[in-house]
């Protein structure tokens, strides 16, 4: 009596980590369906006879329709059950994914990736949510680091086998193979899944688009997303040419490099994951978001050097930054309320869309290649990724949980049961 109680363990029970699983495998199909297009722009300006211009606006489609997707069902999103909500966007992202991969033409693969992009955004949104309210504090950070390794998957295993497929079978046969798995995923999902609607159950009306964007709370996680994007996009889409131009690698050395980070992420989200759950989000966020700062400054400044030194570098650059979304997604997930998480989250993931925009963008502007080949410009790219990290830092600091105190039921065996705030 008059002892706090003690802190629960962080355990996952097998059901839940099937629930995992699941919205792993969503996520997957999500991510990959994203990475993909960008190696295949030499296979799609050949068949399509595209030049490299019209090749970025396929891809910026993309990102502009989720802009506007997750703008539009935040307003939503928390109407509905967490399962139905998924499994209709999921289905939309499934079907558009078929269309890229049987566009005729090239105007025709642009719509197509326009309208996977307005579904694949929002996709995102509902499996975060879906951990944010079925995962209390203490655990969500081994369930995001779970659901967030199929990045790492994509990279090891989807990218390597799209582009078989797509110099085999051509550039739309990545899409159709990718289609496929998603309606084996959309199945799996509909028959395991529960319904997860214990956010609707005390009747809250739906925040609107006003309310859920004025909330301080929620202007700081929106903040601290721009910044924290800001902190790797700027740098990353230029990775590959970098390594070519400036760091003196072949081509074909670039799969070896995006291979053995690949597997070094995977292992390291999950790891961070647990470290978060058990010492704070925030002190291993922290921890990885100063080691990403090191590693930003050393590869946007890597001369010629042999192959060995180059992964190391890169392996180093992907763990850092991917490992310290892992804290930095169950930070932001915990700054809203259960009964408004759904849109907060999909407005979340307008403001990302938009962020990658920005970093793109302002990459695109101040890299330039030399006549000699060099890429000019990247490390003041690199430094501007640096500022916005350490930014990043600070504002971690300043968020707030809106989960005043969490009910923790045990799941039995087969059943996943919700933890909600009170």
């Given at each position: 009596?008059?002892?706090?109680?003690?802190?629960?363990?962080?355990?996952?029970s097998r059901s839940e980590w099937g629930l995992l699983v699941l919205l792993a495998a969503v996520q997957f199909t999500n991510i990959l369906d994203f990475v993909i297009i960008m190696p295949l722009a030499p296979?799609?300006?050949?068949?399509?006879?595209?030049?490299?211009?019209?090749?970025?606006?396929?891809?910026?489609?993309?990102?502009?329709?989720?802009?506007?997707?997750?703008?539009?069902?935040?307003?939503?999103?928390?109407?509905?059950?967490?399962?139905?909500?998924?499994?209709?966007?999921?289905?939309?992202?499934?079907?558009?994914?078929?269309m890229c991969g049987l566009a005729p033409t090239y105007e025709t693969l642009v719509i197509a990736r326009a309208v996977t992009g307005l579904f694949g955004g929002v996709v995102g949104a509902a499996v975060m949510a879906i951990i944010g309210d079925v995962f209390a504090d203490y655990r969500r950070g081994t369930a995001m680091g779970a659901v967030m390794s199929s990045f790492a998957i994509a990279s090891i295993v989807g990218v390597p086998l799209g582009l078989l497929l797509a110099e085999n079978f051509g550039t739309?046969?990545?899409?159709?193979?990718?289609?496929?798995?998603?309606?084996?995923?959309?199945?799996?999902?509909?028959?395991?899944?529960?319904?997860?609607?214990?956010?609707?159950?005390?009747?809250?009306?739906?925040?609107?688009?006003?309310?859920?964007?004025?909330?301080?709370?929620?202007?700081?996680?929106?903040?601290?997303?721009?910044?924290?994007?800001?902190?790797?996009f700027c740098v990353v889409p230029y990775l590959a040419d970098s390594l070519v131009a400036n760091a003196g690698q072949q081509m074909t050395n670039l799969k070896y490099v995006y291979l053995v980070a690949g597997g070094f992420t995977l292992v390291s989200t999950n790891l961070v994951g647990r470290l978060a759950d058990r010492y704070g989000k925030l002190p291993v966020f922290r921890i990885m978001g100063t080691a990403s700062i090191v590693t930003i400054l050393i590869v946007t400044n890597l001369p010629p050097l042999p192959l060995w030194v180059?992964?190391?570098?890169?392996?180093?650059?992907?763990?850092?930054?991917?490992?310290?979304?892992?804290?930095?997604?169950?930070?932001?997930?915990?700054?809203?309320?259960?009964?408004?998480?759904?849109?907060?989250?999909?407005?979340?993931?307008?403001?990302?869309?938009?962020?990658?925009?920005?970093?793109?963008?302002?990459?695109?502007?101040?890299?330039?290649?030399?006549?000699?080949?060099?890429?000019?410009?990247?490390?003041?790219?690199?430094?501007?990724?640096?500022?916005?990290?350490?930014?990043?830092?600070?504002?971690?600091?300043v968020l707030r949980s809106a989960e005043s105190g969490v009910v923790h039921v045990p799941a039995k065996e087969g059943v996943v049961v919700a933890e909600a705030a009170v």
């Open positions: 009596m008059g002892q706090p109680p003690s802190r629960p363990k962080p355990a996952i296979l799609a300006k050949r068949d399509f006879q595209i030049t490299s211009e019209q090749f970025g606006h396929a891809v910026a489609a993309y990102g502009f329709a989720s802009f506007v997707g997750t703008i539009l069902a935040a307003k939503y999103l928390d109407r509905f059950g967490r399962k139905a909500a998924l499994l209709t966007l999921y289905l939309g992202f499934t079907v558009s994914t078929l739309g046969a990545p899409f159709v193979a990718l289609a496929v798995v998603s309606a084996l995923v959309w199945a799996s999902t509909f028959f395991v899944m529960p319904s997860f609607r214990g956010h609707l159950a005390k009747g809250h009306p739906p925040a609107s688009m006003w309310g859920l964007a004025a909330e301080p709370n929620h202007l700081l996680a929106f903040s601290f997303t721009v910044f924290l994007v800001l902190g790797t180059v992964i190391l570098a890169t392996t180093s650059l992907m763990v850092a930054t991917s490992a310290r979304m892992v804290p930095a997604m169950a930070l932001v997930t915990a700054s809203a309320a259960p009964a408004v998480r759904g849109g907060f989250l999909s407005l979340n993931a307008a403001v990302q869309s938009a962020a990658m925009g920005l970093a793109s963008e302002i990459g695109g502007r101040l890299i330039a290649q030399s006549d000699d080949g060099q890429l000019s410009g990247y490390p003041i790219v690199g430094l501007i990724a640096a500022g916005s990290a350490v930014v990043s830092l600070l504002l971690a600091g």
